[in-house]
Nanobody
Framework: VQLQASGGGLVQAGGSLRLSCAAS????????MGWFRQAPGKEREFLAA????????DYADSVKGRFTISRDNAKNLVYLQMNSLKPEDTAIYYC????????????????WGQGTLVTVSS
């Protein structure tokens, strides 16, 4: 499974940004997809997860209500819509694939994409 994240950039506080993760590989649909971030000097943090069926979503409390995870099965894309961004949301954002929701939450994922940098200015 290969994951390619994109969509990062510079945005002002209060603004919005949508990240995309392109998943490829014969077994990609077997995995739960998720997003993490890592701010400078901090540990990597789970943000959200979704199944390809869309029947399961999971969010970290820190982003619930501001971030929305979704998927486009036809394009094999997973999105993270981020609204009401704050300077503390500045981080490198990663997409990941995991076989279970538990391992996704723990961050012990099977596959990681390269990160995309999000910078929120005050």
């Amino acid at each position: 499974v290969q994951l390619q994240a994109s969509g990062g950039g510079l945005v002002q506080a209060g603004g919005s940004l949508r990240l995309s993760c392109a998943a490829s590989g014969r077994t990609a649909r077997s995995y739960i997809m998720g997003w993490f971030r890592q701010a400078p000097g901090k540990e990597r943090e789970f943000l959200a997860a979704i199944t390809w069926s869309g029947g399961f979503t999971d969010y970290a409390d820190s982003v619930k209500g501001r971030f929305t995870i979704s998927r486009d099965n036809a394009k094999n894309l997973v999105y993270l819509q981020m609204n009401s961004l704050k300077p503390e949301d500045t981080a490198i954002y990663y997409c990941a694939a995991s076989i279970t929701s538990a391992t996704m939450r723990r961050g012990t994922n099977d596959y990681w994409g390269q990160g995309t940098l999000v910078t929120v200015s005050s």
